[in-house]
């Protein structure tokens, strides 16, 4: 598959030629490999998991070098995703203006780039924080680029639904780096993000359901349509709330996280159930209001895993 990517990607790109890309324009390149907007979101799932592991705050300094190597090795996994699809990124709108596909980066670049700070993470987090962790992010990454990317994103329309347990390690990896083990707490915050992924990623494809279509992958809107996406999307919603509650016992948290978890978790119901009501209405185009549940599923993951961090102050 990956042989297939690289020769079948289009030669069309926007032109940077390697005497024509400004060395700032390079470094804002590289970055964009490692999709800074989805990481700030894997580390808010992240940090905030240190503090309830901690039971207060943890060092600051472990916490820096947990931000660090998560960056990075998220960051790798994403600069390896793009070295794979660039193919189907040039096909589609939101993704053509991607470093590789302008060719601002090379292919090789990329590459490169995403194996050295694969390797990188994997040594901070081995060396400063502790191999559990270290461990549990090489494997979301090598998951996310193996499992998702190379086997399940072009072959399925359920590759959000197990590609998306990449997505949920950073909760593991911010328990672990406090208490170099594992807890059910943990694991049912995991649960939560896990839950959270396919309504989050399937009403954004929702939108942008041509994009797909065109470069030939199988999201659930494409291969099913937005009735069957909204039912879905509810009925992830509901065990993700009620998985969201079952972390209140586990945890040993106050007052605090079940009243916000209820109150969240009544807000999204509520929006999931409307979306899928206009979908079975009918409703297409921009009345199908599909991104104002995608929106409030962000607020949603970040106010839910704050409530997290601040519960143990209230004890």
Same mark, same amino acid.
């Given at each position: 598959?990956?042989? /297939?990517?690289?020769?079948?990607?289009?030669?069309?790109?926007?032109?940077?030629?390697?005497?024509?890309?400004?060395?700032? #324009?390079?470094?804002?390149?590289?970055?964009?490999?490692?999709?800074?907007?989805?990481?700030?979101?894997?580390?808010?799932?992240?940090?905030?998991?240190?503090?309830?592991?901690?039971?207060?705050?943890?060092?600051?300094?472990?916490?820096?070098?947990?931000?660090?190597?998560?960056?990075?090795s998220?960051?790798g996994?994403?600069?390896?995703?793009?070295?794979?699809?660039?193919?189907?990124?040039?096909?589609?709108?939101?993704?053509?203006?991607?470093?590789?596909?302008?060719?601002?980066v090379s292919?090789?670049?990329?590459? *490169?780039?995403?194996?050295?700070?694969?390797?990188?993470?994997?040594?901070?987090?081995?060396?400063? *924080?502790?191999?559990?962790?270290?461990?549990?992010?090489?494997g979301?990454?090598?998951?996310?680029?193996?499992?998702?990317?190379?086997?399940?994103?072009?072959?399925?329309?359920?590759?959000?639904?197990?590609?998306?347990?990449?997505?949920?390690?950073p909760v593991?990896?911010?328990w672990?780096?406090?208490?170099n083990?594992m807890s059910? #707490?943990?694991?049912?915050l995991?649960?939560?993000?896990?839950?959270?992924?396919?309504?989050? /990623?399937? *009403?954004?494809?929702?939108?942008?359901?041509?994009?797909?279509?065109r #470069?030939?992958?199988?999201?659930l809107?494409?291969?099913?349509?937005?009735?069957?996406?909204?039912?879905?999307v509810?009925?992830?919603?509901?065990?993700?709330?009620?998985?969201?509650?079952?972390?209140?016992?586990?945890?040993?948290?106050?007052?605090?996280?079940?009243?916000?978890?209820v109150?969240?978790?009544?807000?999204?119901?509520?929006?999931?159930?409307?979306?899928?009501g206009?979908?079975?209405?009918?409703?297409?185009?921009?009345?199908?209001?599909?991104?104002?549940?995608?929106?409030?599923?962000?607020?949603?993951?970040?106010l839910?895993f704050?409530?997290?961090?601040?519960?143990?102050?209230?004890?």
């Amino acid at each position: 598959m990956l042989v /297939t990517a690289v020769e079948t990607r289009p030669a069309g790109v926007t032109g940077a030629t390697p005497g024509h890309r400004p060395i700032g #324009a390079r470094v804002g390149a590289f970055v964009a490999l490692t999709k800074p907007r989805i990481i700030e979101l894997l580390l808010m799932s992240t940090v905030p998991v240190m503090f309830l592991a901690q039971q207060g705050v943890p060092d600051m300094w472990l916490v820096a070098k947990v931000v660090i190597g998560g960056y990075l090795s998220a960051g790798g996994a994403n600069a390896l995703n793009m070295y794979i699809d660039r193919d189907i990124d040039a096909l589609m709108t939101r993704t053509e203006r991607r470093p590789i596909v302008t060719g601002m980066v090379s292919p090789r670049e990329a590459l *490169v780039f995403g194996v050295v700070l694969a390797v990188v993470s994997t040594l901070i987090l081995g060396v400063g *924080v502790n191999w559990l962790s270290s461990g549990l992010a090489l494997g979301a990454l090598l998951f996310y680029v193996f499992v998702y990317t190379l086997g399940l994103k072009r072959r399925t329309s359920q590759n959000i639904v197990w590609g998306g347990i990449a997505g949920c390690m950073p909760v593991l990896i911010g328990w672990s780096s406090v208490t170099n083990s594992m807890s059910w #707490a943990a694991v049912a915050l995991f649960l939560v993000v896990f839950f959270w992924t396919p309504p989050h /990623t399937w *009403v954004l494809s929702m939108k942008v359901r041509d994009d797909y279509e065109r #470069a030939g992958v199988p999201m659930l809107p494409v291969v099913k349509g937005n009735v069957a996406v909204g039912k879905q999307v509810v009925a992830y919603s509901w065990v993700m709330v009620a998985t969201s509650l079952a972390v209140w016992p586990l945890g040993h948290m106050s007052w605090l996280y079940p009243v916000v978890a209820v109150l969240l978790g009544g807000a999204w119901l509520r929006e999931a159930h409307a979306l899928y009501g206009r979908a079975k209405a009918g409703v297409v185009g921009a009345k199908l209001k599909e991104m104002r549940l995608f929106h409030w599923s962000i607020t949603y993951l970040s106010l839910l895993f704050v409530a997290c961090a601040i519960d143990p102050f209230l004890k």
